[in-house]
């Protein structure tokens, strides 16, 4: 079993930046790909980010290339995604997400089987 637990979300101005940090327990953090997704109100779950085991490939959606960045700290079991430049339309809860499958060598959008709680940012224009 895996335990994912978001952080740093709030409430920002457009043009504002935040930090969320999702810390991982319960298995080989370091040997699974991470992901971010989020989910605005009445719209369905989207993939954000993604990073493979090794921190080596990034992958993100269109909407918020050059404006976020996901990382990882294997060390500190923990997943990170820096969101600059922040617009309204990024108003959702983000959801933190751990891979199926060891040691995937690419990003997938698809295959994540443990969620955390979420943790909710809004932007204000």
């Known amino acids: 079993q895996v335990q994912l637990v978001e952080s740093g979300g709030g409430l920002v101005q457009a043009g504002g930046s935040l930090r969320l940090s999702c810390a991982a327990s319960?298995?080989?953090?370091?040997?699974?790909?991470m992901g971010w997704f989020r989910q605005a109100p009445g719209k369905e779950r989207e993939f954000v980010a993604g990073?493979?085991?090794?921190?080596?490939?990034?992958d993100y959606t269109a909407s918020v290339k050059g404006r976020f960045t996901i990382s990882r700290d294997n060390a500190k079991n923990t997943v990170y995604l820096q969101m600059n430049s922040l617009k309204p339309e990024d108003t959702a809860v983000y959801y933190c997400?751990?891979?199926?499958?060891?040691?995937?060598?690419?990003?997938?959008?698809?295959?994540?089987?443990?969620w955390g709680q979420g943790t909710q940012v809004t932007v204000s224009s």
């Open positions: 997400a751990a891979d199926q499958s060891e040691y995937r060598y690419y990003v997938s959008r698809v295959a994540y089987t443990y």
């Open positions: 990073v493979t085991w090794s921190g080596g490939s990034t």
């Open positions: 319960g298995r080989t953090f370091s040997s699974y790909a």
